[in-house]
């Protein structure tokens, strides 16, 4: 599709790195679980984004003490808000480029009602 490479390029590159902090999660969820190999991999591709974090934030909670953690709670929780709505966005959502190279999202969602939500 000529005029939308830069589109693509954009949006894969995104899912590049967001795939990247994912695999990250899911040696953290490994190690706070004491699983490795193919165990890791099954619970890992079970969880959805959301609850990895939920899990680790938990362990952490649970384990250690609260004076050294702040700054790694943080960083998840920040994490876990490129999930929602960054990410769900992108993914779930029709994108085009624009006259600018920018790119547009359409995501349509049925809830109570049908709604088209577009943004840049």
Same mark, same amino acid.
């Not at 830069?6 to 967001?18: M, P, S």
């Not at 899990?55 to 609260?66: E, G």
């Not at 992108?90 to 999202?105: N, P």
């Given at each position: 599709?000529?005029? +939308?490479?830069? $589109?693509? /390029?954009?949006?894969?590159?995104?899912?590049? %790195?967001? /795939?990247?902090?994912?695999? /990250? #999660?899911? @040696? +953290?969820?490994?190690?706070?679980?004491?699983?490795?190999?193919?165990?890791?991999a099954v619970v890992t591709s079970t969880l959805d984004?959301?609850?990895?974090? /939920? #899990?680790?934030? $938990?362990?952490? =909670?649970?384990?250690?003490?609260? =004076?050294n953690l702040d700054a790694t709670q943080k960083l998840?929780?920040?994490?876990?808000?490129?999930?929602?709505? %960054?990410?769900?966005?992108?993914? %779930? @959502?029709?994108? #085009?480029?624009?006259? !600018? @190279? =920018?790119?547009?999202?359409?995501?349509?969602?049925?809830?109570?009602? #049908?709604? %088209?939500?577009?943004? !840049?």
């Open positions: 599709m000529p005029g +939308c490479e830069n $589109a693509f /390029a954009l949006v894969g590159e995104f899912q590049f %790195h967001f /795939a990247n902090i994912e695999g /990250a #999660l899911n @040696s +953290c969820v490994a190690k706070v679980l004491g699983i490795d190999g193919t165990t890791a984004f959301a609850k990895k974090v /939920a #899990l680790v934030l $938990a362990a952490i =909670d649970a384990n250690f003490s609260k =004076d998840l929780k920040r994490v876990r808000g490129q999930n929602d709505p %960054h990410r769900q966005n992108i993914i %779930h @959502s029709r994108f #085009l480029a624009t006259e !600018t @190279s =920018d790119v547009t999202f359409i995501r349509t969602a049925a809830r109570d009602k #049908l709604e %088209h939500k577009i943004f !840049t």
